[in-house]
């Protein structure tokens, strides 16, 4: 049995090594890869929207109100000081050509009535084709909104006497403080939480497409006969063509990890144990599922059709780049039909938060049941149509 | 049908009658639906693996790896039958000998030509010195010399003990086998020695010369009694149900052609072959004798 996946193995990483092209590609694409996801997904938070603030007041309080909103990094607002009602038509109008995202009237007088114990609204239009700024705009506007009522009530508070300091006001009139505490991640890197993911995905692509065509091409030159009239099991045949994948893919993991650690500056403190219990079962269970497909194709193109259509979902319901508690629910027991999901989980757990073996183990036990699915599938459906075309 | 040891069992019939549809079930790839088989002392059905052990296959078109070298692909073909180390150099130096292939060794195996990547095949078929060896068509595409040299290590195989079962489409080769069979539609319909089979059409065969042979294949086909007429230059090859008396045939023969204004110029007794036998078969126009 060993020997004759030694000998397997060996031919295996045989063809690997006489593919230059593709090995070179198989071990540059993934860091090319991580650094590209590494920029790109970069934080879930909208920063500097373009906003432009129409002025219409032109006193102290319309002031305070635009440098509130000039202080906070989800704006890069433009104002229009004495503006008219051609302003507020010339703002339509850039927000329908999108050169902003949202446009806020400071209405005329507002200063004035305030200052007399008034109330007075300002108008946001916000441009709500754009579903992920759109409620950036809404929360930052309203935040900012709720801010400058408060500096305003403890002012006046001051004004008329009740308290001593603008300070002691603000206490008065917003009674609760909030404070936070930020665990595991205190800085809210958004890397520290996409390259697990995007390990796991590369992973995946790397593992699924190199297994989903090794059987394939076999059938595909005929040599698969020629394997099926030698005493070689199908297990022997699966395991041995998986080896050098294996190893490779455990060298490309080392390789992204280093260097979302070098560039990102990604942790890579969790419990070696849980690391490696999940490194290793997440590729077992890839590289099972890619030769399931191989053993269902009849060619290479056929693979790699099925094999991009299995890695295309799982990219997008794993949760590698978005928790998956941002998808509806009825997607979301789709998930779990990915060993990708799992291994984004308990991978995220053991990096961020130093999880140990026990604590991922249920990850670890869906993984594993991946692969003694895909394996056993694999053999069986070998057994039956050994060189079926 | 029964192959002897040691012999060369030439196995024919047209494309689709199922010939490589046989061996791969003889050879253990294939599962039978019906029927049973005793290859090298096993039951095809239920001693698939013993079968792999004790036969040789070699497909069709050419399996083996590209990118490997000659030793490569036969150091894995080695391997996978458990022979390693000092037998696995020995038995490279043995077979590598026999089918030329020393001074290749290290030539990548889809850079090899037709002849030598079937001495390659057949070289891996042999690796664990199987009882009997499975061919399907081991020389098509391959040229007359380079064909002569594969079946002279054929025949050494055969000294040796080892029994082969050749399907091929020349029937020169098939003439060199020592017993052949012929499959239609997946039904095995003769077998025999090459001489007495072609036997069996001598007397049923007629030569005749003619200077528009195609006019008078035409009119010679349509007269009753006759199985098939075939064009070889200016001859034709008369095929006739049952045996004829020349003379007799020959006045109704000439009297057709010359109706369709082809006169016969000679009649002559003909020599029979494997190819009127096999044209015979395929036009399914012959009773099995």
Sequence with gaps: MTRNIYHLALKEFLHLVRDRRTLAFLLLMPSVLTVIFGYAIGSPRVTGIHTRIVDLDGGRIAEEYEEAMSGSITFKPQVVSNATEQDIADAEEALRRDDISAFVIIPKGLSDTVEEGGSGTVRAVVDASDTFTAPSVLRELGSTTVQQNAFLAAERARREGRVDSVEEGLKKVSPIELATEMRFNPELKSQNFVMPGVIGLILQLLTVIVMATSIARERERGTMEQLAVTPLSPAEIFIGKLLPYFFLALLDTINVMLLAWLLFGVSLQGHFAAVAALVVAFILGSLGIGQLISVVSRNQSQAVQLAVFYILPAFVLSGAFTPIETQPEAVRPIAYAFPLTYFCHGFRAALLRQATLYDVRWDLAAMLLFVLLTFGLSVVLLRVRPDAR | ?289
């Excluded at chain 2, 002897?4 to 019939?13: A, M, P, Q, Y």
């Excluded at chain 2, 040299?149 to 060199?176: I, M, N």
């Excluded at chain 2, 008078?216 to 230059?233: E, K, N, S, Y």
């Excluded at chain 2, 095929?239 to 006045?251: E, K, N, P």
């Design chain 2, 1 to 289: 049908m029964r192959v002897t040891r040691g012999e060369i069992f030439g196995f024919l019939g047209p494309n689709g009658a199922g010939k490589t549809t046989t061996i791969k079930m003889l050879c253990g790839l294939l599962q039978p639906t019906s029927g049973s088989a005793i290859v090298a002392g096993c039951d095809i059905r239920t001693e698939r693996d013993r079968i792999k052990r004790a036969t040789g296959y070699m497909a069709q078109s050419f399996s083996l790896y590209p990118d490997l070298t000659v030793e490569e692909n036969f150091r894995f073909f080695a391997g996978v039958y458990g022979i390693t180390g000092a037998r696995a150099d020995a038995r490279l130096q043995e077979l590598f000998g026999d089918v030329e292939l020393l001074d290749l060794k290290d030539v990548q195996a889809g850079a090899l030509s037709g002849g030598m990547k079937q001495r390659l095949a057949l070289a891996c078929a042999l690796v664990h010195d199987p009882k009997l060896v499975f061919l399907d068509e081991p020389t098509a595409g391959v040229d007359p010399s380079q064909r002569q040299r594969l079946w002279d290590f054929l025949y050494d195989l055969g000294e040796r003990g080892t029994s082969l079962f050749v399907t091929t489409h020349y029937l020169d080769e098939a003439e060199r086998c020592h017993e052949v069979g012929f499959m239609l539609n997946g039904t095995l319909i003769a077998q025999g020695s090459p001489r007495v089979l072609r036997e069996q059409l001598r007397e049923r065969l007629v030569g005749v010369e003619v200077r528009r042979p195609v006019e008078a294949m035409r009119a010679l086909r349509a007269l009753p009694g006759i199985a098939d007429v075939t064009i070889h230059g200016y001859e034709l090859r008369v095929l006739f149900d049952a045996c004829v008396d020349l003379d007799v045939c020959g006045t109704r023969l000439t009297e057709a052609a010359s109706a369709a204004g082809a006169p016969i110029e000679r009649l002559y007794p003909l020599d029979p072959t494997l190819e009127d036998l096999f044209i015979g078969y395929a036009r399914e126009n012959v009773t099995p004798g």
